[in-house]
């Protein structure tokens, strides 16, 4: 169906800590979202394939396990050499303050920490990716 | 010997339904409250159980001697020793783990220091799931949320200068507890210590990690076979150690209800139980040695009723199930660790009230050992500051509120008593419902465990994102500049550091020797002798845990999950 967000949820690492993963997958698959949740422990190069795979418009990456730092910046640096920098990266996990700033930095979307309400991370997509409905 | 008969039953206990008013003063009191109609609230637990708006006797429905009973006695309701707290308090052990094995071992000599009584290790990702630190998949991990331990040669590191003989380790570590636990026992023996002196614990668990915390290396069936195998090699060579953590822990923080963690928590010991007998063991040889691990959480009575339970329906099914003989294979002993989850991002120095309220309900359920999580563990590891005030939170408990003056004081409370009960009722239904899939190991096959948890977890947060649950910081009384936490940051060179010292362990090591061990490994891994003592030639030999892991992946192969949410 055209008009419909496509959105990799993707556990990168080793952590299996993946409650949170499962529950923002079933709230944008609530949303009306279609939603490709990984699985645990993927390469960051498994996510890249799987969001150009799935043409998908935004990856939202769990990570809980402290890697963020490593993990983050080359799934970014893939997406970008396989021409998909264009695909929307939102991370969440137990993200220090500085590394989320410096996440953004590197161009992720939205950082969320524990606590933020799943609502944001709906409207968040919706309005970045408007132009995906319209 | 036979798998005991999965299709005897499961003995419920009553479950007292108070629709009725018992009297005429009840249904006075009842007919008041029409009157004074309650709060919009959701008057039920975190876990979504009705709770009674107040419990009488009747509702209670309590059998002193056979439901309560004395402390050390059956059914271990009111707790698992005689005097409990009179007689010695609970360990305070606090989980510590980062960086290298040098650092750790700072750690741990600080903690002694301090008047802690126990040892805890964390691992980091890497050494938990198998992999070397100079393998790819360590790329980013080595060190960070626990220490990394690839060969004997970390292990020596870890405990240089701790008395193994004196102290009890707990070793939190599941897929690859056998290795690890070859590494202890190997540097035990280089120290000329013996073995049987060797006190401890080591989680093991590997069914709660198919259905919580995902960190397993081998398919389930090969898995149970290790943990038969340390079973018995611990029964028959290190007496004093504790070979399986059944832990409850990881369910709950996987989003679980408390009669989840409860019911999945104590058929995982169930099914060990089973395994072993079926080994050929005595389950009086080695149930003693099983101990457990809960979450204590924030739902305060919720969480007293569980624990409360937990040790009744143990002794229980332990009896009349497993027939044990032995009163301490009926004990259900356990460590308890606050919520994880529980911790907010948000103002996080209110993390140390609620792990206080946390830590009480432990204490309270009559735990034998309690972690109490630090207040910043939301955002990064713990600073020495924030651990600190995690130990004096139960100190205070511990020397200044008199808790500890009598022995289980909430026993006999109605509420207490009837909330205790209707737990126990919903863990047996649980235990129905996987017997009717097969039992335990084939529910965790068919997702059973899993779903239950996803519908549970996405409830609760569905209530949060409502406004119906109310977490303070979070979705009430909310502030807008948050206070910023000073956190422990992890150097990043440590992992290349440590990455060369494991390739010159192997440099420096008698290569044929190593590789002999790790050929005879595989070779008895196709057989179904005990693999605990190839596993101690591979530690002796210098050999690295994912080299360990490779070549019983030969034979065992691995798994991946189907996930559900």
Not at chain 2, 125 to 134: E, F, I, K, R, V
Not at chain 2, 148 to 155: G, K, T
Request: aromatic share 8%.
């Amino acid at each position: 169906m055209a008009g419909k967000i496509r959105v990799v949820i993707a556990k990168p690492g080793l952590d299996g800590h993946d409650r949170g993963a499962k529950i923002i997958a079933r709230a944008l698959r609530d949303a009306g979202m279609e939603v490709i949740y990984t699985g645990l422990h993927q390469t960051p190069q498994q996510i890249v394939e799987t969001a150009i795979q799935e043409d998908a418009h935004a990856i939202g990456v769990s990570i809980l396990s402290g890697a963020h730092m490593t993990l983050v910046p080359k799934i970014m640096e893939l997406l970008e050499a396989e021409g998909a920098g264009d695909v929307l990266v939102v991370v969440g996990g137990t993200i220090p303050k500085d590394d989320a700033a410096a996440l953004r930095e590197r161009g992720v979307g939205a950082v969320y920490t524990p606590g933020q309400p799943v609502a944001e991370i709906v409207t968040f997509l919706n309005e970045k990716l408007a132009h995906v409905a319209s | 010997m036979a798998i005991a008969d999965r299709q005897s039953s499961w003995t419920p206990r009553h479950r007292a339904d108070s629709d009725t008013p018992a009297n005429e003063a009840e249904a006075a009191w009842q007919g008041a409250l029409a009157r004074t109609p309650d709060r919009d609230e959701l008057f039920t637990t975190m876990s979504a159980a009705e709770v009674p708006r107040m419990s009488t006797p009747e509702s209670a429905g309590t059998d002193y001697a056979a439901d309560l009973g004395y402390p050390g006695q059956f059914p271990f309701t009111r707790g698992v020793y005689p005097s409990m707290y009179r007689g010695k308090p609970w360990t305070q052990r606090q989980f510590a783990g980062f960086g290298t094995a040098a650092e750790t071992n700072e750690r741990f000599h600080y903690l002694l220091a301090h008047g802690q009584h126990g040892l805890s290790v964390a691992f980091d990702m890497p050494s938990l799931m198998g992999y070397d630190s100079d393998d790819e998949h360590a790329l980013g991990e080595v060190g960070r949320e626990g220490v990394a331990v690839d060969s004997v040669l970390d292990m020596e590191r870890l405990f240089e200068g701790v008395p193994l003989d004196e102290v009890s380790t707990s070793m939190t570590i599941n897929g690859p507890a056998p290795i690890i636990l070859a590494y202890y026992a190997v540097m035990a023996e280089n120290r000329g210590i013996p073995l049987a002196k060797l006190s401890g614990t080591i989680q093991t668990d590997i069914l709660k990690e198919y259905i919580a915390q995902k960190e397993w290396l081998f398919p389930p069936d090969p898995s149970m076979r290790l943990v038969t195998d340390m079973v018995e090699f611990c029964t028959n060579e290190m007496p004093r150690w504790h070979p399986i953590s059944i832990s409850g822990y990881h369910i709950r923080e996987a989003g679980s209800t408390a009669a989840q963690e409860l019911a999945f928590t104590l058929a995982n010991g169930f099914a060990y139980v089973e395994h072993a007998i079926a080994r050929g063991l005595d389950v009086d040889a080695f149930a003693p040695r099983l101990s457990f691990f809960f979450n204590a959480h924030i739902d305060f009575f919720e969480e007293i009723a569980k624990l409360r339970a937990a040790r009744r329906i143990w002794a229980t099914v332990m009896r009349d199930k497993y027939g044990a003989k032995d009163p301490r294979s009926l004990l259900c002993r356990f460590h308890c660790q606050t919520a994880g989850v529980s911790l907010t991002w948000q103002q996080p120095l209110v993390n140390v009230a609620r792990t206080a309220v946390e830590a009480m309900a432990a204490i309270l359920g009559g735990c034998q050992s309690l972690h109490t999580n630090s207040y910043d563990e939301a955002i990064a590891l713990p600073t020495e500051a924030a651990v600190q005030i995690a130990l004096r939170t139960q100190q205070v408990i511990e020397e200044e509120t008199g808790v500890t003056s009598s022995i289980d004081p909430l026993g006999g409370s109605y509420f207490v008593e009837e909330m205790t009960n209707r737990i126990e009722a919903d863990a047996y239904d649980y235990f129905r419902q996987m017997d009717e899939l097969g039992g335990t190991v084939e529910a965790v096959k068919q997702n059973f465990q899993m779903r239950e948890i996803a519908d549970a977890s996405f409830r609760w947060q569905q209530e949060v994102e409502a406004g119906q649950r109310r977490i303070v910081g979070v979705n009430a009384y909310q502030v807008q500049d948050e206070p910023e936490v000073a956190i422990l940051k992890i150097d990043p060179n440590l992992e290349a550091e440590q990455a060369a010292r494991t390739r010159q362990a192997r440099a420096d090591r008698d290569e044929a020797v190593a590789q002999k061990a790790l050929a005879d490994l595989t070779e008895a891994c196709r057989g179904d002798a005990n693999l605990m003592y190839p596993l101690l030639d591979c530690a002796r030999a210098t050999c690295t845990e994912g080299e360990i892991v490779r070549a019983m992946r030969e034979v065992f192969g691995s798994w991946t999950e189907t996930p559900v949410f």
